[in-house]
């Protein structure tokens, strides 16, 4: 087991380096850089969604208009909108982001920072990258966390039982509320909650915005995690819909699979209990596939889940924050969480494998290649 993790390990060095790579190349080709950024708000051209950016942008407006000199006459540029701007400035931009140096050299250095977990600052807020992740990260970790936890606890009691009474009523009816669950999109199924429970039109049994209450520090001990649960309620169900219905499903389909082969028929000739077959021998057979979906559904709850629900109940959590990042091609911060998520993900990847062999220890990972 020593070698295979130590492969594993290994075989991240070549992932995150084409990760990053192909990262990279992409952002390269993409229209509208942070020198773009900052010269259609010096112009005035900036009438869209990156006109929404605070900080940087307006200072780079204000020091250009205090230096004096920087409008002249037009003169060529490679960036669209920059005629009428002393090229100086122009190279002033460029060597603040780090564009004076090509791109292979940019690259590189990005790639020496991050081995050292230096991922620098943001852009367009005055603030290091790591404390911008920082202050965002409760919100995701609540969200991620709590819906990852009360999906399995849902969802593998209630497939198992569906399993068990396959073609019962309450098979039936539970895979009907199942799949149109899973058929309405978790944003739709937010709005309609909050319509319905959150002021909306009909109840305000649950709060429209937050995790806390404005109060939240000025309350009782025992008050604190009920009003942050009641707070969470909504966007939790909306976030595990989709991944309820999944989960169930999956659970469900593996149990009968493995109630339906020749060791379970076996076990029950030899007078082994439907409780000691199910538990002692299906259980840890069929959980294997249910497990083998956990790393995906984790990172996916965790990080990159939850944009449109942080959006609709006002979360700034690491979803909006990615989003937000990409559309004022913020790169510090859109590279450094790209790295961070990855690394994440195959890291959880590797934990994932190295579960099979605790769930089953029949499995040999020492026995096959990466």
């Known amino acids: 087991m020593t070698a295979y993790i130590v492969r594993r390990l290994l075989l991240m060095i070549p992932t995150m380096f084409g990760i990053m790579l192909v990262a990279f190349v992409v952002v390269q080709f993409a229209p509208g850089g942070p020198v773009e950024q900052v010269i ?99 919100v995701s970790m609540s969200l991620g966390i709590s819906m990852t936890l009360l999906t399995y606890l849902i969802s593998i009691p209630l497939g198992i039982r569906k399993a068990i009474d396959d073609g019962s009523r309450f098979d039936v009816w539970s895979s009907t509320v199942i799949v149109i669950g899973y058929a309405i999109p978790g944003f739709l199924f937010a709005i309609l909650l909050i319509i319905l429970f959150a002021g909306g039109s009909f109840f305000s049994w649950f709060p429209l915005r937050g995790l806390v209450s404005e109060n939240w520090a000025l309350l009782p001990w025992w008050q604190k995690p009920l009003d942050f649960l009641w707070h969470l309620t909504l966007p939790l169900i909306s976030m595990s819909l989709s991944a309820f219905a999944t989960m169930t499903l999956l659970t469900k389909n593996s149990f009968l699979e493995e109630i339906r082969k020749q060791y379970v028929l076996t076990a029950r000739a030899k007078g082994c209990t439907r409780n000691q077959v199910l538990y002692g021998h299906v259980f840890r057979n069929a959980m294997l596939i249910v497990i083998a979906g956990f790393p995906g559904a984790f990172v996916h709850a965790f990080f990159t889940g939850s944009l449109l629900i942080e959006t609709i109940f006002s979360l700034d959590g690491l979803g909006l924050l990615g989003f937000e990042s990409v559309l004022h091609r913020d790169y510090p911060v859109v590279f450094a969480t790209l790295y961070i998520f990855s690394l994440i993900g195959v890291v959880v990847n590797l934990i994932s494998d190295l579960t099979y062999t605790w769930v089953d220890p029949r499995i040999d990972f020492e026995t096959r290649e990466v």
């Open 40 to 138: 259609a708000r010096l112009t005035g051209a900036d009438t869209g969604a990156t006109s929404r950016i605070s900080g940087a942008p307006g200072d780079f407006a204000s020091r250009a208009v205090i230096q004096g000199g920087a409008q002249v006459d037009s003169v060529s540029s490679k960036y669209r909108g920059a005629q009428g701007l002393d090229p100086e400035f122009i190279k002033k931009l460029e060597k603040q982001f780090g564009f004076d140096k090509p791109a292979y050299e940019r690259f590189f250095l990005m790639l020496w920072n991050y081995i050292r977990f230096d991922f620098g600052k943001s852009y367009f807020r005055d603030i290091s990258v790591l404390q911008l992740i920082e202050e965002k990260l409760p």
